[in-house]
């Protein structure tokens, strides 16, 4: 089965979140689309705090380009909240011909589709 890549930026209470149900629903998810979902990368400015859910410290980092740059990364999936920088980061995603998810709806509110 064909595989898409995510790098996440934010893994607070969202973030946690999202890697729990992506986990939790694999299966399910990867029937209805016909992709295996991976989780390649996380990134937040706190990598060290204890969450609800449990990844490989391998794939933590604290430098959102390492996920905004590496060509395997399908999908950059926002999640930090905020103007600045999530502005930033998603626009060099999207510069970078990357699809990006978020749930910031303040960014969205003020900046409009960016």
């Known amino acids: 089965m064909k595989r898409i890549n995510l790098g996440l930026i934010g893994f607070g209470n969202v973030g946690s979140g999202v890697i ?3 986990r939790e629903k694999k299966s399910f ?3 209805k689309i016909g992709l295996e979902i991976n989780i390649k990368k996380i990134c937040d400015k706190d990598i060290t705090s204890k969450r609800n859910v449990s990844v490989d410290k391998k794939l933590l980092t604290r430098d959102a ?3 905004i740059e590496d060509p395997q990364i399908d999908i950059v999936v926002e999640l ?3 103007i600045h920088p999530a ?19 303040a ?7 960016l």
């Open 20 to 22: 729990k149900i992506l």
């Open 29 to 31: 998810l990867s029937d």
């Open 65 to 67: 380009k390492q996920i």
């Open 80 to 82: 930090m909240g905020g």
């Open 87 to 105: 502005k930033e980061y998603i626009m060099e995603a999207l510069k970078k011909g990357k699809n990006v998810v978020t749930a910031n709806k």
């Open 107 to 113: 960014l969205l509110a003020q900046e409009g589709f």
